[in-house]
């Protein structure tokens, strides 16, 4: 069974008198697997959170349907296993992390022994057990998109749909969502992730979609899309100037092209990532 499936999905938002039609999403068509992460990437106004908020039955759409685990998006049993995380969650700031999670597990009907159980494994699990007993007002971005993922989690859906789940937070606090998006992986959850930052979910994602102005212009495995097949690049330390020469000719007495000998590059967040981490104050500054 399919965790997500739509056909032909569309939606066009109506601007009033005379302005006509926006066409926010146009035909799609999207496969995800029981298990799997699937990143919807796409620049601003591409038409990802439509997308959401139409598998969610947010919305209606104009053309074409959609389903969760087989159910027609547009029936309330079809949301019984998803959790959500909004593009810009509001909670109420003077609650603590440990309360918000209790209006939220009560929601879901959860009460006493059960309920604290749940906000001590989702604390434990989100990485803010530290924190619990601060009030939201004083948490980092980072922090509030964490306490948000465990709100999402509380009922233990088996699909997340996570708008944007990085937007806005810092590096470090970027790769703690990230870790702890591949932990639920592990966990045997399907995610379903939006974002228009596509160097950020490529270590996460196991496939991705590239919207742009509401049609899927590029999707496919991360791995093979971001693998350049006809080259092979070899890094080297310690080599002598002189011998690069040499290695130069083999190759093209091997009938290869050099294309370029350099100094690999890194990402500026790796750099900065490492630096913190040598950091003997720790890696914790955000919290
Ligand atoms: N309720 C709405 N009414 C009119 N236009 C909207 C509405 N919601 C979104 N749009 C427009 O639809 C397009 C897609 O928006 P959205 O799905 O939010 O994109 P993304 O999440 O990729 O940034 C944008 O041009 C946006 O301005
Ligand atoms: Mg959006």
């Known amino acids: 069974m399919d965790a997500i499936r739509t056909q032909n999905l569309t939606k066009k938002y109506r601007l009033g008198w005379r302005l006509g039609k926006l066409k926010a999403l146009e035909g799609l068509n999207l496969t995800v697997r029981e298990g799997e992460v699937y990143g919807l990437l796409g620049p601003n ?10 598998l969610l039955g947010l919305i209606e759409p104009t053309e074409g349907e959609a389903w969760l685990f087989d159910v027609p998006c547009h029936k309330v049993e079809s949301r019984l296993h998803v959790g959500f995380l909004p593009e810009n969650p509001y909670f109420y700031r003077f609650l603590t992390g440990a309360e ?19 906000i001590d494994e989702l604390l434990e699990l989100v990485g803010l057990t530290h924190a619990r007993n601060r009030r939201l007002a004083g948490y980092s971005k980072g922090m509030l998109q964490r306490i948000g ?20 937070v810092d590096p470090i606090g970027s790769r703690d969502i990230r870790d702890l998006i591949l932990r639920l992986k592990r966990m045997g959850k399907t995610v379903l992730l939006s974002s228009h930052l596509l ?9 991705i979609g590239v919207l742009h102005l509401g049609k899927m212009i590029l999707e496919g495995n991360v791995q093979t899309l ?10 080297v330390e310690n080599l002598p100037e002189p011998a690069k020469a040499t290695v130069e000719s083999v190759v093209t007495q091997a009938g290869g092209r050099v294309v370029s000998i350099e100094h690999p590059q890194t990402t500026l967040e790796a750099l900065f990532l490492e630096a913190v981490r040598k950091d003997p104050r720790g890696m914790h500054y955000h919290d």
């Open 149 to 168: 993922l465990a709100q999402a989690l509380i009922h233990d859906p088996k699909l997340l749909l996570l708008d944007e789940p990085t937007a806005g």
């Open 45 to 54: 106004g591409s038409g990802k959170s439509t997308t959401l908020k139409l």
């Open 199 to 207: 160097a950020q979910v490529q270590e996460v994602c196991d496939r």
């Open 226 to 235: 971001i693998r350049d097949q006809n080259r092979l690049a070899i890094t």
């Open 100 to 118: 918000t999670l209790e209006f939220y597990g009560k929601l879901c009907r959860l009460r006493g022994a059960a309920l604290r159980r749940r």
